[in-house]
């Protein structure tokens, strides 16, 4: 449901973002059910109550022990969490479940040939293939506590197995996205010294059985590069004694497992007791040219906090059916496919493929037959989804209560569709920002107590609590429309324990840049540096923001660059827009225009104002640009950016810098012989710029 | 779809790649889609940039996705061009079924923008 009132939009606002949406208010239906629809939950998790506020969601697990320190923060940033408690992931994930729902599906597993069997695995068949893997790992692969194994599998139910048989056994996982190559794969070995790589012959994608196992090889030879063997390769089969791959088994190394499990069949393996902050897991991040960063997951902090999140934020009860249409290989997968889920007992369904195979109406197809009623996925596949199949959610009789999205910011129209057309307008979505270093989400929307807005994630999430710091270190005030850096001040049980076997580079990159004092063993003196830039409404809701955008100060008015193009865009013949600072005698700086059109549009007087309209009415008058240019084509660099700095010069008509590097250097004369014509006969040269002037001009677009 | 379009595509600016988030399945989906179509490329010279593009796209911080995926599309159009050139179709018809994929994702990703031929300069 919409509120009919304008949204309220301050001057400093629209500095840095677009303009703030319209509430949406979850339906009574959702409310009536929700896990926290009591607005007391708040105040549990207050700052007065943290740490301690965390029981809640350790509490939601099955210890071996408990804990007798919460949060110990005597060596920082190295924080641990439920100190003193022991418990197994494996046996909180499936073994507690038994008693009670043996029979029920753990999860239901969608191959993407539809001509296959869809799978369901009970939490009983689950524990059976959990049990006897985690014998097999022991057994034939020497594996003890602290070990590391290395997966590189794809989206097929061998994946939460392996994990889960790893986390019974106290061995430390490591998945490797399937998509990835070997070589990617082998780094990630290396750093982690496993001696055991498990993976798979092949796997369907896009209709086709896709060689999975020549992988391994060249993850092998990587690893022995960077001075790791691997001891023992074990290959799942994606169909039973039927080998998919063209490359050869090394006879000694590589193994398939469906013939070594014979000699485990029933076997049961006690879950080892493992102390709270032991490493479940490793999950790498790209980045860097240079060592591949392992962000080392711990097992008590981190299931609790998945558990905890999952129930209250993705509103998990037992009786759902749940579908994170997420890759396991990635942070996501983990916490939102394996561990929160099952941890609260409920149906998950896994996928094999790509969204839209062999249709855009797939995803909605298994949504309607598997009957699920919690959906979850990224903003790329929203779009992809939306862009080539726009009415096919309409032709499938299904009915999400709750949707998440995560990973990326969503641009408020397509959310709208998400919510409208995907959801039916019944759901409520959930939009969450975090990182795979943070184990769940940082900033999101309590569904049944606090209202949805398009394009913002929400406030930080249950016992977290966010702050935005200027590079000078100083507090950006909520409402003051001004971006910054987001951080949290404050630890939370599900945040990574170090990057695996370089501890300088975690403190160095997450907490020295704000860090008070580096002697101090107070919290509050470290707060995490994410890097990510956002901007906080009046009513404490965060957007992330890409990077703080360049800003065009007209009479004191500080407009985003982005917020003016995005505008722009909205004009139906716009393709291309960017924004410039142009000399104004009476604001001192004005805003222009330059946009490209989309093809079968041609150049009009009309579309000029349309694009001037546009701005006025999402930004406000105050940004209505001086000109507005409409160009073939903009300066770019090869890797397709728009050269800001370039066509500035030409606006100002100062020096437009180094042109050499320009895809397209020859717009450059084309667009200056336009508009500086132009100018000319309008009588708007502007005066001699001052050298300062002269500065800000070169230096406009650097953020690019 | 970039091929024959004459150019592949430009950058999108407005959203997502500099943010960190739990973007790593942008990096994990465009190197699967360059892996296959590293698989399907017929001229060595191509198979080994498409190998070194891949490499960049695992490893290189986030921010450098969008210009993986703006050299990604124009390997692809050149392995295109290439099995036109030998009038190898069978060959085309897989490679421009990537083709497109890459670029679907691209744009779906935030990392492209759809590019448009050249227009007049009009009045303005």
């Known amino acids: ?704 | 779809m970039p091929f024959g379009v004459g150019h592949v595509g430009s950058v999108r600016e407005t959203r997502g790649a500099a943010v960190e988030m739990t973007q790593q399945y942008l990096a994990g989906e465009l190197s699967l889609l360059l892996a296959q179509l590293q698989a399907v490329a017929t001229d060595t010279a191509g198979v080994r940039d498409l190998a070194r593009l891949r490499q960049e796209a695992e490893t290189m911080p986030l921010l450098a996705l969008p210009s993986v995926a703006v050299r990604a599309l124009e390997l692809a159009d050149s392995v295109c061009w290439d099995s036109l050139t030998r009038g190898d179709t069978a060959a085309f018809v897989r490679q421009a079924a990537i083709c497109a994929e890459l670029w679907q994702f691209g744009v779906c990703a935030g990392l492209l923008e759809e590019g448009q031929p050249s227009n007049e300069v009009g009045a303005s």
Request: aromatic residues 12%.
């Open chain 1, 1 to 704: 449901m919409e509120t009919g009132q304008e949204a309220q939009v301050s001057e400093a606002q629209i500095a840095v973002h677009w303009r703030e949406e319209e509430y949406y208010y979850p339906p009574a239906k959702f409310i009536a059910q929700a896990n926290a629809a009591d607005p007391a939950i708040f105040d549990r998790f207050s700052e007065e109550h943290f740490p301690e506020c965390f029981k809640e969601y350790a509490d939601l697990l099955t210890w071996d022990a408990y804990w007798h320190t919460t949060l110990d923060t005597s060596n920082p940033p190295f924080w641990k969490w439920f100190v003193g408690g022991r418990l197994n992931a494996s046996y909180n994930c499936v073994d507690r479940h038994l008693a009670t729902s043996r029979n029920k599906a753990a999860f239901i597993w969608v191959p993407e040939p539809e001509t296959e069997d869809t799978e369901s695995i009970t939490y009983q068949e689950l524990y059976k293939r959990i049990n006897e893997f985690a014998a097999l790992l022991r057994g034939f692969g020497d594996l003890k506590v602290g070990d590391r194994v290395t997966f590189h599998l794809p989206m097929v139910p061998e994946l939460p197995v392996s994990m889960l048989a790893c986390a019974r056994l106290g061995v430390i996982h490591s998945e490797v996205f399937g998509g990835f190559s070997g070589a990617a794969c082998g780094d990630r070995i290396a750093d982690s010294r496993s001696h055991i790589l498990v993976t798979m012959d092949g796997y369907y994608r896009n209709g086709e059985l896709i060689d999975h196992k020549a992988k391994a090889d060249e993850a092998v030879a990587a690893a022995r590069e960077r001075g790791v063997e691997v001891d023992k390769v074990l290959v799942w089969r994606r169909h039973p004694d039927q080998y998919a791959s063209e490359s050869p088994m090394v006879p000694g190394r590589d193994f398939f497992i469906d013939e070594l499990l014979k000699d485990y069949r029933g076997s049961v393996v006690e879950p080892v007791s493992m102390p709270a902050e032991a490493p479940l897991f490793l999950m790498y991040t790209s980045g860097t040219t240079a060592r591949p960063k392992g962000c080392e997951h711990s097992t008590g902090g981190y299931l609790a906090y998945v558990a905890g999140t999952s129930k209250y934020y993705q509103d998990i009860h037992p009786e759902d059916t749940y579908w994170c249409f997420a890759d396991i290989g990635w942070i996501t997968g983990h916490s939102y496919i394996v561990y929160g889920p099952l941890a609260l007992g409920t149906t998950s369904v896994m996928y094999e493929g790509v969204p839209a195979y062999p249709d855009p109406g797939r995803p909605w197809r298994i949504a309607d037959r598997l009957g699920v009623n919690i959906f979850h996925t990224a903003p790329t596949t929203i779009r992809m989804l939306r862009k080539l199949g726009p009415d096919e959610p309409k032709k499938y009789n299904y009915h999400f209560k709750h949707m998440t999205t995560v990973g990326e910011p969503i641009e408020p129209e397509v959310w709208r569709w998400y919510h409208d057309v995907v959801g039916k307008g019944e759901a409520v979505i959930v939009d969450t920002w975090w990182q795979t270093e943070n184990g769940g989400f940082l900033g999101s929307t309590l569904p049944a107590l606090q209202s949805m807005k398009p394009g913002s994630c929400g406030p930080g999430v249950l016992g977290v609590y966010p702050v935005i710091y200027d590079e000078d270190h100083s507090v950006v005030e909520a409402g003051s429309g001004r971006a910054g850096n987001i951080c949290i001040r404050n630890p939370w049980p599900g945040i990574f324990q170090t990057v695996w076997g370089q501890p300088e580079r975690f403190v160095q990159i997450y907490y020295e840049k704000y860090c008070r004092n580096k002697e101090s063993t107070d919290w509050r003196d470290w707060p995490y540096f994410a890097g990510d830039g956002a901007v906080q409404a009046a009513d404490g809701y965060f957007r992330i923001l890409g990077r703080v955008d360049d800003v065009i100060n007209v009479a004191g008015h500080r407009l985003g660059t982005k917020e003016l193009e995005s505008a722009s865009l909205t004009v139906e013949e716009v393709a291309e827009a960017a924004a410039v600072p142009v000399m104004d005698e009476l604001r001192g700086r004005a805003a222009e225009m330059y946009v490209s059109l989309k093809p079968g549009f041609t150049a009009s007087r009309d579309i000029e104002e349309k694009v001037a309209k546009a701005i006025e009415t999402q930004i406000g008058k105050i940004a209505r640009p001086k000109n507005v240019w409409i160009v073939p084509d903009m300066p770019k660099t090869r890797s397709g950016k728009i050269m800001r700095r370039v066509i500035a010069g030409i606006s100002n008509f100062a020096d437009v810098g180094d042109t050499t590097t320009l895809a397209n250097p020859e717009v450059v004369e084309d667009i200056r012989h336009h508009v500086q014509g132009e100018k000319v006969a309008r009588g708007e040269v502007p005066r001699e710029l001052s050298p300062q002037e002269i500065e800000e001009i070169k230096v406009f677009g650097r953020t690019e």
